[in-house]
């Protein structure tokens, strides 16, 4: 599903994790501001995690580098499977492997 907005600049999240580290409510910042409540709650959770105060999760670093492995993964994959395809092929092509089975 497509997001309906573009994500908003990082120094405009910086300044609402200050702004929320400060004393300021999240509610109050979502009336004033555009995001929502929960959106200004996730951000100041992942500087947490990316400043090493909180433990529970995984930083920004360490997600960026799991969604990359995750691609990695799924294109090793498929290149797997086509070469699999390609192999049988191949071997049905040179008659390496019998088209009916053997009675042996």
Avoid: C
């Avoid at 799991?66 to 994959?77: A, E, M």
Wanted: proline share 8%; charged share 30%.
């Amino acid at each position: 599903m497509p997001r309906s907005r573009s994500p908003y600049p990082a120094e405009f999240r910086q300044q609402m994790v200050e702004l929320v580290r400060s004393g300021h409510s999240p509610g109050a910042l979502a009336k004033e501001f555009e995001p929502s409540a929960q959106t200004i709650h996730t951000w100041v959770k992942q500087a947490a995690l990316d400043s090493g105060q909180r433990p529970d999760g995984l930083t920004t670093t360490e997600r960026a580098e799991v969604r990359r492995l995750r691609r990695q993964i799924k294109q090793l994959r498929t290149e797997r499977d086509i070469l699999a395809k390609a192999a049988a092929w191949f071997a049905r092509e040179t008659d390496s492997i019998p088209t009916e089975p053997s009675n042996s």
